[in-house]
């Protein structure tokens, strides 16, 4: 690939075309950089197979501010004044609508000094396809407005967002105490109707036990955005992690991506509670037998890493009378989750037709009851 590449301004992602000077843009179908203006394609140079991209970083060196000088990036980005979303702007742009909320946002861009990504899943589809998958959703929904189909099908073009996540690696060592119960049964005779009736009564002998688990925690995954509900997000997994890509500023170019608002520290803390609900499991499995009660786990935590990664996400924001309606849609299979939207008057028309049917059953029965 040319020098253009790598000569490019990170924060803005903007890489110009080797034959007219226009602006490249990473075509998920090729895999290519592309020219809209006059065709010419260019292809991504592979990282560097010497450095490790995609290498952990150290959690302790990090909240204590060690982490190499590399290892940071100042970048320009714009806060959204409604959702608070931080995301990358391009300098030359004054004014434009919140890709999350779609709420109109004038740039007064600010300086965002953040640790730099260290892998991510290019997308793999194009606009066209994630808005076909969107429509095709929104087709499926009971009681959806059928209006919002066709305004969602003719709107403006979807976003295709880069979005923040933490992943953290762990090695814990967990001691603990509970009880293991034996179920068994004893036979008690009971009145039932002044007779007398014999039956099984399920009882749980319980017996003190302790012991260790240990387990290595593998790319636990955290949302580091707050601009998406999280039932959202989350709803689009699984991500195919073990595809990411060392991070390359062209994946990035002609998409937007979004500054992580949830700090490193925050994003262990949500970490540590995935990890404590696993252990628990964990634990319970350990002790064994029918029941499990579990008094007390104590855990040790060692040998913590962490990457920041940027995952692909095609973004709808609609105003459809009166109301915002957002929809996601993971960049990589297509799955698509978003605000749900209900029709009043599909709702009423169900409820009529369903008292009408019921009634007319209601009076069929009578009338052959009657006729009996």
């Known amino acids: 690939m040319s020098d253009a590449s790598s000569d490019a301004p990170t924060a803005e992602h903007r890489f110009p075309c080797n034959q007219c000077g ?3 843009r990473f075509d998920p179908a090729q895999g290519l950089l592309v020219c809209d203006h006059c065709g010419d394609r260019c292809e991504i140079a592979p990282p560097n197979p010497w450095k490790s991209s995609l290498a952990e970083l150290d959690f302790q060196m990090a909240l204590s501010h060690r ?3 590399q290892e940071s990036e100042e970048t320009r980005v714009v806060q959204c004044p409604n959702c608070a979303a931080q995301f990358e702007f391009d300098a030359n742009t ?3 609508e919140c890709p999350f909320c779609a709420t109109p946002v004038v740039t007064d861009t600010s300086a965002h000094h953040h640790i730099k990504p260290r892998g991510l899943l290019p997308f793999s589809f194009d606009e066209s396809a994630a808005r076909a998958s969107m429509t095709h959703w929104l087709g499926s929904l009971w009681f959806a407005p059928g209006g919002l189909r ?4 003719r709107g403006r073009k979807m976003q295709g967002i880069y979005v923040p996540y933490w992943t953290f690696d762990a090695d814990t060592k967990s001691a603990y105490s509970g009880e293991r119960g034996t179920v068994y049964y004893e036979t008690r005779t009971v009145t039932r109707n002044g007779k007398s009736q014999q039956m099984r009564v399920a009882r749980v002998r319980w017996r003190s036990v302790s012991g260790r688990v240990a387990r290595f925690f593998d790319d636990v995954l955290v949302l580091a955005s707050r601009s998406l509900p999280k039932r959202f997000t989350d709803a689009l997994e699984p991500w195919d992690l073990a595809a990411l890509e060392p991070y390359r500023p062209e994946y990035l170019a002609g998409f937007r991506a979004e500054a992580y608002s949830v700090e490193l520290p925050d994003g ?3 970490a540590r509670a995935h990890m404590d609900r696993l252990i628990a499991r964990d634990v319970k499995f350990d002790i064994g037998g029918d029941r499990q009660r579990i008094h007390d786990i104590r855990t040790e935590v060692s040998r913590v890493t962490f990457k920041h990664i940027l995952l692909p996400v095609w973004l709808a924001a ?7 309606y957002r929809f996601v849609v993971n960049g990589r ?14 709702i009423a028309i169900a ?3 369903g008292a009408l049917i019921a009634g007319a059953i209601g009076y069929f029965i009578a009338v052959n009851q009657g006729a009996l």
């Open 22 to 24: 226009a602006d490249y």
């Open 67 to 69: 982490l190499p000088d």
């Open 94 to 96: 004054h004014a434009a």
């Open 150 to 153: 066709e305004f969602a099908r």
């Open 268 to 270: 262990f803390t949500e």
């Open 318 to 324: 609609y105003k459809y009378r009166g109301e915002t």
């Open 333 to 346: 299979t297509g799955r698509v989750q978003g605000e749900r939207p209900y029709s009043r008057i599909k």
């Open 351 to 353: 409820i009529i037709t």
